[in-house]
């Protein structure tokens, strides 16, 4: 018979499979008995909205039927079953759901990894098999087919004899290695144990041959083994069991099986609600950001059951943005099952079960806040830039939801902090809550422009992710404290005596100031006398609203439309710099330009800023080092 060739990325998959060392093989079971819950959700999906089939729950099943002699495991389910197209299309070609995650996760790894963290589904069969049969027969077709394949060059598909509808899959398990049991496949225990592990809330009977020691009639003390056919599963889906029947290990158990992540989740939320809408739901917060989060690819959303029958598997509009970290499902009976995805966006019913899982979600994260600071900072590292877009996003609508959810690192104990903790240990007289950005908390540690707010012992936050300044520019403020940048213009903390001295420096110097802003031309807005600095000679403050940090961000956005920071050089007139200056301005107007070009330059670097000609200011350091 002629051998067709699987396709080019499914071929690499099996090879993989096949020479797997993984060491939880046993999930192949999981695969396979979830694609028989499947087909048979198929079915009963059909039944439900098509009056000529009935559903009835007793012919519905999956059958474990493990064969010592013959060294195979049968896998068989009374599920939708598969035409020829079908049985081609889904067997020889890579599952779609996997393959995304395959493609870019492949090229790193060796393998191993990617079978425990994606599920790779019906190729694990080649794990433990080096043959696999498929005998499938589709609802409402006469004829079956026989699938074969003994591996990665190719399979055979020929009509064959099966009398019911549904599917039955053969593995010819592999022969013991010196290092590998294969044996453990075919045993009844094992097999047991296996199921019990992972498919225990699997919806449909699963059945096995189970050998039992029974009383022999009409006897006392004498016992026969007998073959007795049982159900291994509990059955009842979880989200429909008492949350205090489960233990935390139970929520794990269900995060692994349904792939919603391979870490272990930091938190679940076991959700029943019964008024104006019906529903139940078991969300996760996940620890480790998934290796795409932060990526065009990830997509959000939650799986969406209907009385317990999946109708998507990533609704994403049960989800804000802002919470698409959140992991889980949700089973409702007040949806239709048959609705399009284009309705089911302006269902009335979703938008309520949206509505109350965002705040469920939100009351959770605040709580987890209060009462197990450890447990929030780890989820913050992971998600707190999330939640920093979400109040940047959406013109700010989502503001009052977030703010106290947010946290900064702060200068005062060196770690994180709420706003409300920094509001509610403002010294009386500050105005303002005060931030600085930088590259990395070390950079901003260094900056000079948070000296005098350091010295006036004012606590300071430090914004080192990219959306930090932009996120608070949309707060605007915090219980009536509005945010201001250490490198501001105006810091509004000097006393009137203060800013008198000041003025009068600025107007003894004013032809010095003067001469200094010619130079920098086009350069800077202004050169004027810092009030914030003690012991560095100069720095780069902002006027208006867009800082520095933002000027670079914005620079390095695709459409890049050149918005500028109004730039201001300060310069520190107790510095022993500045009696240099004086005495160049007095002496020798090409020193004092050369002086004001280096100082400028310095500020920038401070900064982190690209110097405009760094040749340039090479050669000015080393004239001064030839001069001096
Ligand atoms: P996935 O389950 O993620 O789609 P699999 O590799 O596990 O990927 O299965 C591929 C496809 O093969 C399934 O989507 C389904 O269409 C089909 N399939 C597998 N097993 C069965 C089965 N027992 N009955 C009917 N169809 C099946
Ligand atoms: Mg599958």
């Not at 079978?115 to 004829?143: C, N, P, R």
Request: glycine share 4%; charged share 30%.
């Amino acid at each position: 018979m002629e051998k067709k060739q699987f396709q080019a990325e499914s071929k690499r998959l099996l090879e993989m499979m096949i020479n797997s060392i993984y060491s939880q093989r046993e999930i192949f079971l999981r695969e396979l008995i979830s694609n028989a819950s499947d087909a048979i959700d198929k079915i009963y999906y059909k039944a439900l909205t098509d009056e000529s089939l009935r559903f009835d729950q007793d012919s519905y099943y999956i059958k474990i039927v493990p064969n010592k002699d013959e060294r195979t495991l049968k896998i068989i389910d009374t599920g939708i079953g598969m035409t020829k197209e079908e049985l081609e299309n889904n067997l020889g070609v890579i599952a779609k759901s996997g393959s995304l995650a395959f493609k870019s996760e492949v090229e790193q790894k060796d393998g191993h990894d990617i079978i425990g963290q994606f599920g790779v589904g019906f190729y694990s069969a080649f794990m433990v098999a080096d043959k696999v049969t498929v005998v499938s027969k589709a609802l409402g077709s006469e004829e079956a087919y026989k699938w074969e394949s003994s591996g990665a060059d190719g399979y055979t598909i020929e009509p064959c004899e099966k009398d019911t509808v549904g599917t039955e899959i053969t593995l010819s398990i592999k022969a013991n290695t010196e290092e590998d049991n294969y044996d453990e496949y075919l045993d009844e225990y094992r097999l047991q144990s296996i199921i019990k592990k992972y498919s225990d809330f699997i919806r449909y009977p699963i059945k096995m041959d189970v050998t039992t020691r029974k009383r022999k009639e009409g006897s006392d003390n004498e016992f026969e083994t007998v073959q007795e056919e049982q159900i291994i599963n509990s059955m009842v889906p979880i989200w429909r069991k008492n949350k205090n029947e489960l233990t935390p290990e139970d929520y794990e158990k269900f995060y692994n099986e349904k792939h919603y992540g391979f870490d272990k989740p930091l938190k679940h939320i076991h959700i029943s609600v019964d008024g104006a809408v019906r529903y139940n739901a078991i969300l996760f917060i996940p620890e480790k950001i998934p290796f795409d989060y932060y990526t065009r690819e990830y997509e959000k959303g939650l799986e969406l059951y209907s009385n317990g029958v999946l109708i998507m598997s990533k609704c994403p509009d049960l989800l804000p943005d802002y919470y698409s970290f959140v992991k889980g499902m949700v089973d409702s009976e007040d949806l239709s099952l048959n609705i399009s995805r284009e309705i089911l966006q302006h269902d009335r019913q979703l938008k309520l079960i949206a509505k109350n899982i965002k705040s469920k979600i939100t009351g959770q994260l605040q709580s987890m806040l209060k009462d197990d600071r450890e447990k929030y900072e780890a989820f913050y590292q992971s998600f707190g830039r999330q939640l920093k877009y979400g109040v940047y996003s959406d013109f700010g609508s989502n503001k009052d939801t977030l703010q106290d959810l947010l946290m900064f690192y702060s200068s005062k104990d060196k770690k994180l902090v709420t706003l409300d903790e920094y509001v509610s240990r403002m010294p009386e007289d500050q105005k303002y809550i005060y931030y600085a950005s930088g590259e990395s908390i070390e950079r901003i540690e260094k900056l000079p422009q948070t000296e005098l707010v350091a010295e006036k012992g004012y606590e300071i936050l430090y914004f080192t992710d990219e959306i930090d300044e932009f996120a608070i520019k949309m707060l605007m403020s915090y219980k009536d404290k509005e945010f201001k940048s250490v490198s501001s213009g105006d810091l509004g903390i000097d006393s009137k005596e203060d800013e008198k001295d000041t003025e009068a420096t600025e107007k003894e110097h004013k032809e010095l100031f003067d001469a200094m802003k010619q130079f920098l031309t086009g350069k800077v807005k202004d050169v004027r006398v810092s009030k914030r600095l003690k012991s560095h000679p100069v720095c780069l403050s902002t006027d208006g609203e867009v800082t520095i940090e933002m000027e670079k961000i914005l620079r390095a956005m695709p459409n890049n439309q050149n918005i500028q920071a109004e730039k201001v050089l300060e310069i520190n007139p107790n510095h022993e710099v500045f009696q240099s200056l004086q005495a160049a301005y007095e002496k020798d107007k090409e020193k004092l330009e050369l002086y004001t070009h280096l100082l400028y330059n310095q500020a920038l670097l401070i900064e982190g800023l690209p110097l405009q000609d760094p040749v340039e200011f090479s050669n000015h350091i080393c004239k001064i080092m030839v001069t001096s």
